[in-house]
């Protein structure tokens, strides 16, 4: 959910930035997988995460070695599938600790796989893969495990992708005001309407799935908006360093899978961390 899904554009540009059609129907698809896999078995969806968060890993890895950054991509998506299954079946501890053993995995891996020169530069790399997006998509593991899971996933998607669409909206309609010069087409409108969005979609799913106020479901979404936001900027931030437009182009009107996750993996922690202090 990089710089074109939302905010619009400041300078007079494309409005629409995208493939309007083809990005309804990529959606529309995916929220068809995720929720037959979310409502069937719970293990097929920590699967479907793996994969799509597998693929944004080596998309991220490619992209790092177009400068020459060479990051151990099978430690890495071993860590992701143990983190996620640690997550799921253990826990918090285990999520750490796992995370703590393919840290050390990773770094040994490179010791052995390529030469000493760019060890330091490929080490950090490698530890960033692996706690953005590996890590943080851990969480998901914790947010399925309670019984009343499905229910936390769904509202933890719906509130993120609330503030895409609010975001997305706002920022065509009304997109004047530049947010940042880190991505040129997100606007102080279009980070309205995600907070607008996604504010609304909280504060009714957590009543409804959850029987909660609507004070804790609108500070959950207002709260997703903001990281939602922070995670579009971190995405872009890599890429202007890279000198890339994106990260992939497996998913028509998207872009790449990390453009679509740069957003979930960041809000995953706080939503994570409201439900379990409210339910």
């Known amino acids: 959910m990089e710089e074109r899904t939302a905010g619009g554009s400041p300078d007079g540009g494309s409005r629409a930035g ?22 069937t078995i719970k293990e097929l969806f920590l699967l479907v995460v793996v994969v799509a968060v597998g693929i944004g890993v080596l998309e991220l890895t490619r992209a790092f070695a177009t400068r020459g950054i060479r990051v151990p991509a099978p430690a890495v998506l071993a860590g992701l599938a143990a ?39 490929d080490a950090s790399a ?29 509202i933890f998607i719906a509130v993120t992708v609330a503030s895409d669409i609010g975001g997305y909206i706002a920022g065509v309609l009304f997109g004047r005001h530049r947010l940042t010069v880190i991505s040129p087409k997100k606007t102080w409108e279009g980070l309205a309407g995600s907070v ?54 497996i998913l028509p009107g998207h872009g790449g899978l990390m453009d679509r996750l740069d957003s979930l993996v960041t809000t995953l922690v706080p939503v994570w961390l409201l439900m379990a202090l409210f339910f």
């Open 126 to 154: 490698s530890v960033f893969i692996l706690v953005y997006p590996a890590l943080l998509a851990g969480f998901v593991g914790l947010l399925l495990a309670p019984d009343d899971g499905r229910d936390r996933v769904v």
């Open 196 to 249: 607008i969005g996604s504010t609304a979609v909280g504060a009714w799913l957590v009543v409804w799935l959850m029987g909660g106020e609507i004070w804790q479901g609108a500070l959950i979404g207002a709260l997703a908006a903001l990281l939602a936001t922070v995670g579009d900027l971190i995405e872009s931030m890599i890429k202007r360093d890279l000198d890339i437009k994106d990260l992939g182009s």
């Open 18 to 39: 995208r493939n309007l059609p083809a990005a309804i129907a990529v959606g529309a698809g995916l929220g068809a997988l995720v929720i037959g896999s979310l409502y």
């Open 83 to 121: 983190m996620e299954a640690g997550a799921y079946w253990g826990g918090p501890v285990w999520l750490l600790g796992t995370f703590v053993v393919f840290v050390f995995v990773s770094l040994i891996w490179r010791m052995f796989s390529e030469g000493i020169s760019g060890y330091v530069r």
